[in-house]
Each structure stands twice: as structure tokens, then as C-alpha cells.
């Protein structure tokens, strides 16, 4: 009799999960996490019902969607997406709202949302899905340790579209350690005035494609650090925020590389910067093969500019800058010194300045140019770069 009822006890607790994993093996299994028991009332901590969902989803032995769905809001404090997963098809339809808790109610250490170590995702927002940090409750305490919204770590074959991503407390989306990852539609919207909000921070990350998306930050809109190579950014619009930017390269202690970078057809309204390497004096590394082409310019206070001076110095060599073209810049600079190639006395080399029309902003002043220990050539540039050496 006990024997039976043991059998009966366990018969019924395996049975559910026999009708749940009746999914597997079927051509695309649904994991709506409203079935783990989110409730999307904005409330109540969500957390626990998405990862359950998520690990489902990625037990699945073939393709499988995670489904946020549309008009809920759901809290969650903390989510961490881990792989690495039995199928490489996994798509997230991201149509609902997620808004992180209030500050002191925190519980994520450096990012709200962690993906690692997952192959072949896709995460659509079909032009609904968003993602709130409440960077408000944060913003005012620069000192504090901020964190972040959306970290992807180790992630190959990644594509995430059609999201809007607000009010990180600090940056944005960083990718890390990646290959192979593309975003696109993605609209980023934090004030001018929020601290450290990077719309992208990239780093140790190969074949990284950003197309077709709007950052208005308080912080670089894309910075492209140590690490990466192949990195396209197409039709961005940046603005308010500081730019574009390679760099900062050579901190301390590291060896920071960077090369095949393309930056095409973007617009900068009213940012710092527009292009922009950085590197710290006495690092170690190089940034090369880098290319900003079609830059449409409005009020900006620094469009071109290499700074080697960045941040305070410490001894040995420099990061090496060579083979930078900027192509086809036109539009207004907010100073009037438009181009600034300030090299380290180890020298820039080979850079190329084309077809580039950039005028004062202020009605009657001209436009400038400065540099120094800059080697390239200047074609058809406006202002004139009567500065470089051969
Ligand atoms: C991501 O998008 C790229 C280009 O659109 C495509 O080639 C690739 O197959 C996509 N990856 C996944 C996992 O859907
Ligand atoms: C891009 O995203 C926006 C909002 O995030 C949405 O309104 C728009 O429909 C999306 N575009 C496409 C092509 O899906
Ligand atoms: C983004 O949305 C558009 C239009 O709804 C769709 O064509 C596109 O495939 C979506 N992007 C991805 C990667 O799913
Ligand atoms: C990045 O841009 C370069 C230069 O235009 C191009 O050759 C390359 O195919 C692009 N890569 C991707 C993945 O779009
Ligand atoms: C960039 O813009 C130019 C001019 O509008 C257009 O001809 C070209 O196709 C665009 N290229 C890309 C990659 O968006
Ligand atoms: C710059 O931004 C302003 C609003 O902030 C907008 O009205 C204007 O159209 C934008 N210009 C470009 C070229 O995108
Ligand atoms: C580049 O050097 C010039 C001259 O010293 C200076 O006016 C300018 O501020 C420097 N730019 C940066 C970003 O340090
Ligand atoms: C590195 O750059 C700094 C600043 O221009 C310069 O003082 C230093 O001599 C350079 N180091 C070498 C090894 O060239």
C-alpha cells in the first residue's frame, strides 16, 4: 500500500512535467513565461518565472522561443539568460514591457540582464518590446556602483532587433567577449545629462554589426575598446551623447587592439564628439584600419578628433594609430575647430582625410583644423589640414 501511494505521489509530480516536455522534440516549442508565473503587473518580482522559462527554452532539444508578451509590464530584478544551450535556434519575442526595481530596491550586481555563453539567438522586440532601467533613481549618485542594462557575454551568431532600451543607470548594451553578433532597429533613449549611459560598449568582440538605430545618451553612443575587430556601425544617429568612439585605448596594465572598424552613414546632432579615438599615453596596442564615411554633422563640438592625450599618462610606449580615414564628412562644428589629430610624439600614420566639407556653426567664423605628429594626406577637405606631415 505505502508502496503504492509512493508510486502514486511520484506518478503524479512527473506527470506535468511530462506534459511540459511534451514540447521538445516538436519544430518550435513556446515558452510564455505568463505559464512559469510572471504575473506582469509591474509589481511583483518577475525574475524567477523568466529564468524558469528561459531554461526551458534552452533545454529544448530543437528550436525554441521565449515569449515576453505584449501589454504587460513585468519587474524583474535580476535576469541572467545562461548557456550555453542544447539548440542553437532560440528566438526571445520581447513584445512586453520590462522595467527594472528602484535603486534601493536592487538586487543585479554590474548588469541587470546578463546573456552568456549563448549560441545562436535572437532577441525581437517587433517594435514593442522595451527595457527600463529607472536610470533616474541612480543618475544623481555618480559615485555609486551603477549597473548597467544589457550585458552579452561569449555570445556567437547573436541578432537582436526592434527594441527600445531607456534610462540605464549606467551604459547601455555592452558586448563582450562575442563573435558574431548583429543589432538593429534598436532605439536607446537616456538624457544628455545621465552619467556614463554608453548607448554600446564593445569589447573583445569580432563581427559586431549595429545598422539602422537612434542613441540619445549622457555618454559615448558606441565606444569600440580593446579587443575588437570588424565592427560596423551603419545608419546611426547619435545625439544628444559624445560620439563615436575607439578608445579609450592602453589603460593601465593592458594591451589594447583594435582594428577593422567601419562607421558609415551616421548622423551626429548636437553630441561632444562626432569620431573620436582615444588612447592613454604610455599604453600598449594599436588602433588601425578604421574608416568614418558619410557623416552627416549638426553643431557638433569636436566632429573629428584623435586624442592621444587621454586621461592622465603613465610611462613606456604609446598605442599606435595608423590607417584612419575620415570620407565625406558635411555639416556644422559647434567650436569651429573641426578636425583635431593630436598624436603622441611616437606619431599617427597614414591617415586620410577625403571629400570632407565641415563649417563653423557660428554664422561668420570659419572653421579650423589642428594637429600634431600627424602623418596622411588631405583631399578636398574643408577646412584645410595644412597641418599633417607627409
Ligand atoms: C542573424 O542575422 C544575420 C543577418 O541578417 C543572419 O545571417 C543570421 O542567420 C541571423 N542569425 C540568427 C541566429 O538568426
Ligand atoms: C523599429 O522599432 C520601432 C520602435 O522601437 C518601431 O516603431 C518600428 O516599427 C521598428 N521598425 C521595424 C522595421 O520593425
Ligand atoms: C524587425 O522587424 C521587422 C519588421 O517588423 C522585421 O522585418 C525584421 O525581421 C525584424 N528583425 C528581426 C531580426 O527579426
Ligand atoms: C562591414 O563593412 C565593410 C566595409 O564596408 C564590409 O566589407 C563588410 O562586409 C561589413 N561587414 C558586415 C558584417 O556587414
Ligand atoms: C549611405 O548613404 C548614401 C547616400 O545617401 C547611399 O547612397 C548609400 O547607399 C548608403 N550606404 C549605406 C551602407 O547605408
Ligand atoms: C537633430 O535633432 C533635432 C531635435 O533634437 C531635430 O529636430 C533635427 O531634425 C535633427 N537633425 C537631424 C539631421 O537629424
Ligand atoms: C589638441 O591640441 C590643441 C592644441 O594644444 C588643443 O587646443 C586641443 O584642446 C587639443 N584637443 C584635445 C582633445 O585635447
Ligand atoms: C608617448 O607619448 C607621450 C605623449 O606624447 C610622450 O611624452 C612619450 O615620449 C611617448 N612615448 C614614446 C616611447 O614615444
Given at each position: 500500500m505505502q508502496g503504492f501511494i509512493t508510486f502514486a505521489l511520484i506518478f503524479c509530480f512527473i506527470l506535468p512535467c511530462l506534459s511540459t516536455r511534451s514540447n521538445v522534440g516538436t519544430k518550435n516549442a513556446i515558452y510564455n513565461v505568463m505559464k512559469y508565473g510572471a504575473r506582469g503587473d509591474g509589481k511583483i518580482d518577475d525574475s524567477l518565472a523568466f529564468v524558469r522559462a528561459w531554461n526551458s527554452a534552452c533545454k529544448a532539444a530543437e528550436m525554441s522561443t521565449l515569449v515576453i508578451p505584449v501589454g504587460k509590464t513585468f519587474m524583474v530584478s535580476k535576469l541572467s539568460f545562461n548557456g550555453p544551450c542544447t539548440n542553437k535556434h532560440i528566438l526571445i519575442q520581447l513584445e512586453g514591457k520590462i522595467v527594472?526595481?528602484?535603486?534601493?530596491?536592487?538586487?543585479?550586481?554590474?548588469?541587470?540582464?546578463t546573456v552568456q555563453s549563448v549560441e545562436g539567438l535572437t532577441i525581437n522586440g517587433h517594435g514593442r518590446g522595451v527595457l527600463d532601467g529607472d536610470g533616474s533613481t541612480w543618475w544623481q549618485c555618480k559615485s555609486c556602483d551603477r549597473p548597467g542594462v544589457f550585458l552579452f557575454h561569449s555570445c556567437k551568431g547573436l541578432n537582436v532587433s526592434n527594441l527600445s532600451i531607456t534610462n540605464s543607470p549606467r551604459s547601455h548594451v555592452a558586448v563582450n567577449m562575442c563573435n558574431g553578433a548583429t543589432f538593429s532597429n534598436i532605439s536607446i533613449n537616456s538624457p544628455g545629462t545621465s552619467p556614463n549611459t554608453d548607448g554600446f560598449d564593445i569589447a573583445l568582440s569580432t563581427h559586431i554589426v549595429i545598422h539602422d538605430s537612434n542613441i540619445k545618451s549622457g555618454d559615448d553612443c558606441i565606444a569600440i575598446n580593446g579587443g575588437s575587430s570588424f565592427v560596423n556601425a551603419t545608419r546611426i544617429t547619435c545625439g544628444p551623447g559624445h560620439g563615436i568612439s575607439v578608445g579609450s585605448l592602453g589603460k593601465k596594465g593592458s594591451e589594447d587592439k583594435v582594428s577593422n572598424i567601419h562607421v558609415r552613414n551616421c548622423t551626429f546632432n548636437e553630441t561632444q564628439n562626432g569620431a573620436r579615438i582615444k588612447t592613454i599615453p604610455g599604453g600598449l596596442g594599436y588602433a588601425k584600419h578604421i574608416t568614418f564615411e558619410q557623416i552627416i554633422l549638426v553643431n557638433v563640438n569636436n566632429p573629428i578628433i584623435i586624442d592621444q592625450e587621454y586621461s592622465i599618462s603613465h610611462k613606456g610606449a604609446n598605442v599606435s594609430v595608423s590607417?584612419?580615414?575620415?570620407?565625406g564628412f558635411t555639416g556644422t562644428s559647434a567650436s569651429g575647430l573641426a578636425i583635431q589629430l593630436n598624436c603622441s610624439s611616437s606619431g599617427c600614420y597614414d591617415i586620410l582625410l577625403e571629400q570632407n566639407n565641415i563649417v563653423s556653426a557660428?554664422?561668420?567664423?570659419?572653421?579650423?583644423?589642428?594637429?600634431?605628429?600627424?602623418?596622411?594626406?588631405?583631399?578636398?577637405?574643408?577646412?584645410?589640414?595644412p597641418c599633417l606631415l607627409k
Open positions: 527594472a526595481p528602484s535603486k534601493v530596491h536592487w538586487k543585479a550586481q554590474s548588469y541587470w540582464i590607417s584612419v580615414k575620415f570620407q557660428q554664422p561668420g567664423k570659419k572653421a579650423s583644423s589642428f594637429c600634431t605628429n600627424a602623418h596622411g594626406t588631405a583631399r578636398n577637405t574643408v577646412p584645410n589640414v
